[in-house]
């Protein structure tokens, strides 16, 4: 565009005239935006549509633009005609936000949406108040700021903004939003003016709240726990009620534990609450914490192993707010005289939380407890997590409660280790304005991860209907469902059968494993007549389709006879991580310093099931989680333990 900077609306000859000019916008990001301009001449007109800093727009000669709008722009339209007559459209801006739009309605036609409403403030006399609210609308939305129900004059911004704030001040604010297709309201917030001395500190909040547990159970070659899937569970189902979004997974090998762990460090960032579990089969070396996967051969050797340290290391590496690392594993020490790997340690970030099951050099164990295996440290755990107090003030009571258990008195102790620096709480709230970009990207991987499959209704040639449904134990544990429904005129004695292709080993057959998994679902099935387990689905690289196989005796024939159905349900759940494609070594260094942008699919824990603690029963009994396995021929030797 030559020549000087056109003005709104300039004419410079009339034999051209636009009849419409664009609107202003304010959309979501990467939402697609069309700019009209509708104009009269004589002859055959022409357009370009240019940027505020002059530049054409490459493709935009049309009286439509159309576009993907990225960043807030101004844009403005020439038409011109064969006659070197021309003229511009006024300035307009598309102004995109990005927040958080995830009620923002499919069929969206340009209503205001309201993304951001007001927050109440207590404010210091004399001090600065300021109240926010945005919204999207096509065309932009107008705002008007009321107090007390009155329109308050010359605040007609997304922002209120008043300096030197008086008692007057005090009062109940809102704003009302509108274009020319609706007016929608903000919710209403009271504005409280105080004296300086009389202002409480801001309550501690996060950007968000994510947490991994793992619990390793059925080992290769080290003995069977218990505990894992009643503690996982349980823990689960608690995070969950305090707003963490949660991955929650059972038997994992080395590079599966690798992967999960680096799924959950891209999900962490500045501000974020992390925290990760483990319960299982571990030890302690030269100060280090070493993670057993199931598929470790039995001399216990780093190289085999995660170290804890470097989880924490990379933890505080995405600056997060609150990092806590709570293990239920043994902590016995073994060939202490080696060197061990170096972690170069980093600044002192602070708020940092270890808490371990056991002391040093000690065993931690898992107990009978009412008909349920428990680690006996995650049992007080989950008595009092929901508790709003700082989270160090939180392990100090489990600490004191298992010091009271006789079961364990004088062989297993808590020890938390932390630099916490605020007073910080997994209770903390999330912050629901202002959402950033990456909080957005972790909410669609968690639903792309957590998604189940359907509930389908199945009609059978013979008239039968059965209901095929499911649920989710862990993110890598589900369940499938079937009830017949209705039985055909011609059919009796009908019972259907579940399978899966490819077939999945049920890894938790074993009788009492068996039936802590049933226990699970004890709230959430009605006596199906047949169900099927479908375990270790982070080593699923196909798509998965259940069979449904159903046999009935039909009345006429007196024959028993089958019929079969397929259904292809995907990958479900943590299936859609491929955590198997996961290179560790190089490649995670890498991915380190990538953002939450580059995100990819990471499951929030489905597990719905909430279950009541057992009554403690008093012939529980204590059983070391790993005194068979702490007595080896071969000493272990210190690895550069450099998988992460």
């Not at 301009?37 to 370009?48: D, M, N």
């Not at 059925?218 to 969950?240: F, G, I």
Request: charged share 25%; hydrophobic share 35%.
């Amino acid at each position: 565009m030559t020549g000087a900077r056109p003005k709104p609306g300039q004419i410079m000859i009339k034999e051209i005239v636009i009849v419409r000019h664009p609107v202003s916008v304010c959309v979501p990001v990467n939402h697609k935006v069309t700019l009209r301009v509708r104009a009269e001449g004589k002859s055959i007109l022409h357009y370009q549509w240019f940027t505020e800093d002059e530049r054409e727009v490459p493709g935009g000669t049309q009286a439509d633009l159309t576009f993907t709008a990225v960043k807030t722009q101004l844009f403005v339209c020439r038409v011109n005609d064969p006659f070197n007559n021309c003229v511009f459209s006024e300035w307009v801006k598309v102004k995109v936000l990005d927040i958080n739009k995830s009620g923002l309605p499919v069929d969206w036609q340009g209503e205001p949406h309201i993304a951001i409403n007001p927050k109440p403030q207590t404010v210091r006399l004399g001090a600065k108040l300021t109240l926010r609210c945005a919204a999207f609308g096509i065309p932009a939305p107008h705002y008007q700021w009321y107090k007390n129900g009155h329109p308050l004059q010359n605040k007609t911004s997304d922002a209120l903004q008043i300096d030197g704030v008086t008692a007057e001040h005090k009062g109940s604010y809102l704003c009302s939003i509108s274009n020319v297709l609706e007016e929608r309201w903000t919710e209403p917030v009271d504005v409280d003016i105080v004296q300086p001395d009389q202002v409480s500190p801001p309550a501690l909040t996060a950007s968000d709240k994510v947490a991994l547990l793992i619990g390793n159970l059925n080992y290769s070659n080290y003995p069977s726990l218990m505990a894992p899937v009643m503690d996982v569970h349980e823990l689960s189902n608690l995070l969950q009620q305090l707003g963490f979004r949660v991955v929650s997974l059972l038997d994992l090998t080395k590079e599966e534990m690798l992967a999960a762990i680096d799924k959950f460090i891209q999900l962490l960032d500045r501000g974020v609450y992390g925290l990760f579990y483990y319960a299982g089969h571990g030890y302690e070396h030269a100060g280090r914490n070493y993670l057993i996967s199931v598929d470790a051969p039995q001399s216990y050797q780093t190289k085999n192993c995660i170290c804890v340290q470097r989880v924490m290391h990379r933890m505080q590496e995405r600056q997060t707010a609150l990092s806590v690392i709570l293990l239920d594993t043994c902590r016995k020490w073994y060939n202490q005289d080696c060197i061990p790997s170096v972690i170069m340690p980093l600044g002192p970030n602070g708020n940092t939380v270890y808490g371990y099951a056991t002391c040093e050099d000690a065993e931690a164990y898992e107990v009978q407890d009412g008909g349920k295996s428990t680690g006996i440290f995650t049992k007080y755990l989950n008595r009092h997590i929901l508790q709003s107090d700082k989270v160090t003030h939180v392990l100090e009571k489990v600490s004191e409660d298992l010091g009271r258990d006789p079961l364990v008195k004088g062989k297993q102790a808590v020890e938390i280790k932390h630099t916490m620096k605020e007073a910080r709480s997994l209770t903390d709230k999330v912050r629901t304005t202002g959402h950033t970009r990456e909080l957005h990207l972790r909410d669609i991987c968690w639903r792309q991860a957590n998604e189940l499959p359907r509930r389908k209704l199945l009609r059978f040639l013979c008239g039968v209907e059965v209901e095929l449904s499911f649920s989710a134990l862990f993110s890598n544990v589900l369940v499938a469902f079937a009830n017949i429904k209705t039985v055909g005129d011609h059919t009796q004695d009908c019972t259907v059968v579940l399978s899966s292709i490819p077939p999945i080993e049920d890894i938790f057959s074993r009788s009492a494993q068996s039936e802590e998994m049933d226990s699970l679902l004890l709230n959430n099935s009605n006596s199906p007549d047949c169900r099927l387990r479908l375990c270790s689905l982070q080593k699923l690289k196909v798509s998965l389709a259940i069979k449904v196989d159903l046999h009935y005796t039909h009345t006429k024939s007196n024959l028993r006879q089958t019929e079969s159905q397929q259904i292809d349900i995907g990958k479900p759940l943590v299936a859609s991580c491929k955590l198997y494609r996961e290179i560790h070594a190089e490649t995670s260094k890498t991915q380190e310093g990538t953002s939450a942008q580059s995100m990819r699919n990471i499951s929030n824990s489905t597990s719905q099931q909430h279950q009541t603690l057992a009554r403690p029963c008093h012939t529980r009994k204590a059983v070391c989680a790993a005194k068979a396995a702490s007595v080896r021929s071969n000493e272990p030797e210190e690895n550069d333990e450099n998988e992460l």
